[in-house]
């Protein structure tokens, strides 16, 4: 069985993953194949959890490759304005590849740059767009939440559901850990 993690981004997708390596039935990976195209794009070995907020996009073709009886999806949420404030501290990141900016000049075309004050709002639209793909894709297969903000039960769930092996404590622990946290800006 195979696992795919879907999610906004700034969720928590690195912790998810770090928390998985401590498994030892399966293996673990962050955007593992996240610059390929095609059926590439969806090509990850047997026993292995994916995570990877831009699969988000490539539902059609996710839902094509996996046999549900061979697939669990894992809708990974944190709370909307948390998730959507830290990707305005991302707003003006040089990461060449940042979703965000993709999402607010590309996905929803703008050519000039957003003011300040309406950033926050793409932000927003960005978490409740994915989030809404996300929901509907789930609707008809099979899946699981697990919230950021009560991951003290809903991780150890997941962990039962796919017979996690390995050492869950320390998969556990990871979640005390702040993974990939966005530094603070002016406009907390």
């Known amino acids: 069985m195979n696992v795919v993690v879907l999610c ?19 293996t673990a990976g962050h955007e593992t194949f996240s ?3 095609g059926p590439a794009r969806f090509d990850f070995p047997p026993n292995h959890i994916e995570v990877d907020n831009r699969l988000s996009w490539s539902l059609g073709g996710l839902g094509a490759r996996w046999d549900p009886e061979d697939v ?3 809708h990974l949420k944190r709370d909307r304005e948390a998730v959507a404030r830290s ?6 990141s040089k990461f060449r590849p940042s979703i965000i900016r993709a999402f607010g000049h590309g996905i929803v075309q703008r050519v000039k740059d957003w003011p300040e004050e309406q950033r926050l709002d793409v932000c927003r639209h ?6 809404a793909n996300i929901d509907d894709f789930l609707r008809a297969r099979p899946s699981m ?8 039960t809903d991780f150890p769930l997941f962990l039962d559901r796919i017979g996690a092996q390995g050492d869950r404590e320390a998969a556990l622990d990871e979640w005390r850990v702040r993974h990939n946290a966005s530094k603070s ?3 907390e």
């Open 126 to 131: 960005y978490v409740d767009t994915v989030t």
């Open 35 to 37: 610059a390929k195209i």
């Open 8 to 26: 906004t981004g700034r969720c928590g997708s690195v912790t998810f993953t770090k928390a998985c390596g401590h498994l030892t039935n399966f």
């Open 185 to 187: 800006s002016a406009l």
């Open 145 to 152: 939440t697990v919230d950021v903000e009560s991951v003290e």
């Open 72 to 74: 669990l999806y894992v």
């Open 87 to 92: 990707f305005l501290k991302r707003w003006d």
